[in-house]
C-alpha cells in the first residue's frame, strides 16, 4: 500500500484530505440542548463522539480528599462554551508517556461533576504504589496540562418507562462509575428508578464521596438506599448494623439488598439488567466468577453490567 501512494502522490493528498475531512465530520462540535431556560445559548461537546483526537485539559485546582486520593478540577479548552459531553456512568481516557517509555498509557476515569456544568471537567482519582496512570495524575500540579481522550460511553443505562429497581455495587475506587450513574439517574425527572448501592471499601479512611451520597439520600426519599461493607480491621469505629456493615460485599448482604429490590415489584432496567457492578478485579471475580455469588443468589450473567 505504501509503494501505491509513493507513486501517486495526487491519491495521497487526496486520500490525506478525504480522511481529514471525515474526522472533523465525525468530531466537528455538536450542539447538545440543555432543558434549563438559563442555558439559552446551546454550549458545544468538549469530547464529541470519537476517540480519534485528544484534548489538552489545563488543572485549575486539586485537593487531597483522604489518605490516596485527589480531587481534581480541569478547565475544558472550550471554556464556558463546552460541557463535556461524557454521559451518566461513562469515561474519559487518560494518555500519557512515561519517561524513558516507548508507549503512551491509557486508563480510564469517570468525571464526578455536575455533568451539565459548563467549562470543567472532575476527576476523583485514586492513587495505587506504583501505579502509572494514577501516579502521573497525583504528580500534576494546576497550570499543568492532561491529555484526554474520549467519551467512552456509559450507555449501559436506558430510562425506563415504569418505576424499576436495581442494585448498583461498588468496590473501592469503582465507586465512581456507580455514582455518576447514580447522579445520572435521579437527576432525570424522566426516571424513577429507586436503587439499592452496596459499596465495599477496605477502611473507613477510604470512604470517599459519602457527604454528596448522603445529600443525594435526603434529596430523594425513597429513591436511593446506600450501604457500606467495611472489612477492614478499623471497621468496628463506623459499623453500626445498619447502613455500616461489617465484611464484604457478601451472599447475605447482596441477598438482603436484592430482597429490597423485588419488593417493588420490577427488579431490573428497561433492558432487564438488575446489577450494575465496577470494583477490583478480585471482587468482581468473587461476584461473577465461575463461582459468582451473584449466580448463586439466581441471577444471570445477561442480567449484570460489568463497566
Ligand atoms: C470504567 C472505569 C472507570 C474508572 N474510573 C476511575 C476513577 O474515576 N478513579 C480512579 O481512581 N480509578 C478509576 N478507574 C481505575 C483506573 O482506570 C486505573 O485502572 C487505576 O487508576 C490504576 O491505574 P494505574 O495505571 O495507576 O495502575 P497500574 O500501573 O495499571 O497498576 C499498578 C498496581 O496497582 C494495581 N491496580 C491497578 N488497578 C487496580 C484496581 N482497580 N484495584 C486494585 N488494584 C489495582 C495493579 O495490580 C498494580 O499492582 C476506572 C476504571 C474503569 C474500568
Same mark, same amino acid.
Given at each position: 500500500?505504501?509503494?501505491?501512494?509513493?507513486?501517486r502522490?495526487?491519491?495521497?493528498?487526496a486520500t490525506?484530505? #478525504?480522511?481529514?475531512?471525515s474526522?472533523?465530520?465525525?468530531?466537528?462540535p455538536?450542539?447538545?440542548?440543555?432543558d434549563?431556560?438559563?442555558?439559552a445559548?446551546?454550549?458545544t461537546?468538549? !469530547?464529541p463522539?470519537?476517540?480519534?483526537? #485528544?484534548?489538552q485539559?489545563?488543572?485549575?485546582?486539586?485537593?487531597?480528599?483522604?489518605h490516596?486520593t485527589?480531587?481534581? =478540577?480541569?478547565? *475544558?479548552?472550550?471554556g464556558?462554551?463546552?460541557v463535556?459531553?461524557v454521559t451518566?456512568?461513562?469515561a474519559?481516557l487518560t494518555?500519557?508517556?512515561? #519517561?524513558?517509555?516507548? !508507549?503512551?498509557v491509557?486508563?480510564?476515569?469517570?468525571p464526578?461533576?455536575?455533568l451539565d456544568e459548563?467549562?470543567v471537567l472532575?476527576?476523583? %482519582?485514586?492513587k495505587y504504589p506504583?501505579g502509572?496512570?494514577s501516579?502521573?495524575?497525583? +504528580?500534576?500540579?494546576p497550570?499543568?496540562? *492532561?491529555t484526554?481522550r474520549g467519551p467512552?460511553?456509559?450507555?449501559?443505562?436506558t430510562?425506563p418507562a415504569?418505576?424499576?429497581? %436495581?442494585?448498583l455495587i461498588?468496590g473501592?475506587a469503582?465507586?465512581?462509575p456507580?455514582?455518576s *450513574?447514580?447522579k445520572?439517574i *435521579?437527576?432525570?425527572p424522566?426516571d424513577? =428508578?429507586?436503587?439499592q448501592?452496596?459499596?465495599g471499601?477496605?477502611?473507613p479512611?477510604?470512604?470517599?464521596?459519602?457527604?454528596?451520597?448522603?445529600?443525594?439520600?435526603?434529596q430523594y426519599?425513597? $429513591?436511593?438506599e %446506600?450501604?457500606?461493607?467495611?472489612?477492614?480491621?478499623?471497621?468496628?469505629?463506623v459499623?453500626?448494623?445498619?447502613?455500616?456493615r461489617k465484611?464484604?460485599?457478601d451472599q +447475605?448482604?447482596?441477598?438482603?439488598?436484592?430482597?429490597?429490590? $423485588? $419488593?417493588g415489584g420490577?427488579?431490573?432496567?428497561?433492558k432487564?439488567?438488575?446489577v450494575?457492578?465496577c470494583?477490583?478485579?478480585?471482587m468482581e471475580?468473587a461476584? %461473577?466468577g465461575k463461582?459468582?455469588?451473584l449466580?448463586?443468589l439466581g441471577?444471570q450473567?445477561?442480567e449484570?453490567?460489568r463497566f
Amino acid at each position: 500500500m505504501a509503494t501505491i501512494f509513493a507513486r501517486r502522490p495526487l491519491l495521497t493528498t487526496a486520500t490525506t484530505l #478525504s480522511v481529514a475531512a471525515s474526522a472533523y465530520y465525525i468530531t466537528r462540535p455538536r450542539p447538545l440542548l440543555l432543558d434549563s431556560a438559563s442555558n439559552a445559548a446551546t454550549p458545544t461537546l468538549s !469530547f464529541p463522539k470519537t476517540m480519534l483526537f #485528544s484534548k489538552q485539559l489545563t488543572l485549575t485546582s486539586v485537593e487531597q480528599i483522604n489518605h490516596d486520593t485527589k480531587k481534581l =478540577t480541569f478547565a *475544558l479548552p472550550g471554556g464556558q462554551k463546552e460541557v463535556s459531553g461524557v454521559t451518566p456512568g461513562g469515561a474519559i481516557l487518560t494518555q500519557h508517556t512515561p #519517561s524513558g517509555a516507548w !508507549f503512551p498509557v491509557f486508563r480510564p476515569y469517570t468525571p464526578i461533576h455536575d455533568l451539565d456544568e459548563r467549562g470543567v471537567l472532575q476527576l476523583l %482519582v485514586k492513587k495505587y504504589p506504583n501505579g502509572k496512570a494514577s501516579s502521573h495524575i497525583h +504528580s500534576l500540579a494546576p497550570g499543568d496540562q *492532561l491529555t484526554v481522550r474520549g467519551p467512552i460511553p456509559g450507555n449501559a443505562w436506558t430510562t425506563p418507562a415504569q418505576q424499576k429497581d %436495581v442494585l448498583l455495587i461498588a468496590g473501592g475506587a469503582g465507586i465512581t462509575p456507580i455514582y455518576s *450513574l447514580t447522579k445520572g439517574i *435521579l437527576s432525570n425527572p424522566a426516571d424513577k =428508578t429507586r436503587i439499592q448501592l452496596l459499596w465495599g471499601v477496605n477502611g473507613p479512611r477510604d470512604i470517599v464521596l459519602q457527604t454528596e451520597l448522603d445529600a443525594l439520600e435526603k434529596q430523594y426519599p425513597g $429513591r436511593l438506599e %446506600v450501604t457500606y461493607a467495611v472489612s477492614g480491621p478499623d471497621a468496628e469505629s463506623v459499623v453500626d448494623g445498619g447502613k455500616f456493615r461489617k465484611g464484604y460485599v457478601d451472599q +447475605s448482604l447482596l441477598a438482603e439488598a436484592m430482597e429490597k429490590c $423485588r $419488593r417493588g415489584g420490577a427488579f431490573g432496567d428497561e433492558k432487564g439488567k438488575k446489577v450494575f457492578l465496577c470494583g477490583p478485579p478480585k471482587m468482581e471475580d468473587a461476584l %461473577v466468577g465461575k463461582q459468582g455469588v451473584l449466580q448463586a443468589l439466581g441471577l444471570q450473567k445477561k442480567e449484570i453490567h460489568r463497566f
